[in-house]
């Protein structure tokens, strides 16, 4: 069904692999288009509980935008790619089902935006992270300017950026930009030993920890209100009763998702 990136579910985990690794895995078009219609089937497959985004090959995650595709585009064009880009990754990030980077290598430009519009990272002890696009004359276009700097701070997201310098995994891990550094070969089970973990807990109140921890970052709404009515919703749901009366009978839980 897809050309450029391969799908596959084991355990209500759903992994998303970039699949263009003699391009180390460069996001051209159709790897933008395929990786929002497999976010659709994210939101929609009852079966997919979490996602795991990684690259295919041993040396990159993802080497940034497809840079083949840019020369000779206008102004209109250019924005245009930042806004396809911008609205898969926000689909990303908006995800009620948790999504985890699983960093193979370079995390380069679009690549890096990638990895940082995911709930969180886990990175193999080769990758390398940087937003080199000043080197093309660019910006980062795929919500770079503002992910950097809420993940590592502003000093250190401006350095990086009009730098273009790449930082190595215990870098990003000093800086907050990963959560773990792993071995290569024990990247994806580390994040699905996590994700197994999520996936014992309470569905809806799981989206509802993201959807309040995105809502920091939105200044259009208060995120208190969302965890207000976050935490109030979960009242009229069968999995908070369930939970709770679990808890007080002493056994475990079993949560449904409603
Ligand atoms: N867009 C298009 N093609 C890319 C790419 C990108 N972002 N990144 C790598 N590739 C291609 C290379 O052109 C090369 O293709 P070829 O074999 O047909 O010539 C192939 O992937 C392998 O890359 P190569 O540069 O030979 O590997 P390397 O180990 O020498 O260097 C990098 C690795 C990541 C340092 C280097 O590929 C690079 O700087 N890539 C661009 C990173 C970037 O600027 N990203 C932001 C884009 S906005």
């Known amino acids: 069904m897809y050309t450029s990136i391969l799908t596959a579910t084991e355990n209500n985990i759903c992994t998303i692999t970039i699949n263009r690794p003699d391009k180390l895995n460069a996001i051209n078009s159709t790897v933008m288009e395929e990786l929002g219609k497999a976010m659709d089937e994210v939101y929609n497959d009852a079966e997919i509980h979490a ?3 990684t690259g295919s090959g041993a040396k990159a995650f993802v080497a940034g935008a497809d840079i083949s595709a840019f020369h000779g585009l206008s102004v209109e064009e250019g924005k245009q ?22 960093v193979n290598g370079f995390a380069l430009g679009g690549g890096c935006e990638l990895a940082m519009a995911c709930h969180f990272r886990i990175a193999s002890d080769n990758a390398k992270f940087g937003q080199p696009e000043v080197n093309l004359g660019l910006i980062p276009g795929y919500g770079g300017t503002q992910r950097l700097v809420q993940l590592v701070g502003k000093g250190r997201a401006i350095e990086l950026m009009i730098t273009g310098n790449m930082i190595d995994a215990n870098t990003a891990l000093q800086y907050g930009l990963v959560n773990y550094v792993v071995p290569q070969d024990e990247l994806l089970n580390k994040a699905k030993s996590i994700l197994d973990i999520v996936n014992t807990k309470a569905p809806l109140a799981v ?9 920091v970052y ?11 009515n976050g935490f109030g919703n979960c009242f009229g749901t069968e999995d908070m009763k369930e939970g709770t009366a679990a808890f007080l009978e002493k056994r475990k839980a079993s949560f449904k998702g409603r």
């Open 51 to 53: 996602v795991i985004i």
């Open 218 to 228: 939105n200044e259009s709404i208060n995120g208190y209100d969302v965890e207000m």
């Open 81 to 102: 790619i930042a806004k396809f880009g911008l609205d898969v990754y926000f689909k990303i990030e908006n995800s009620p089902k948790p999504v985890v980077a699983a």
């Open 207 to 215: 989206a509802k920890c993201i959807e309040a921890a995105n809502a």
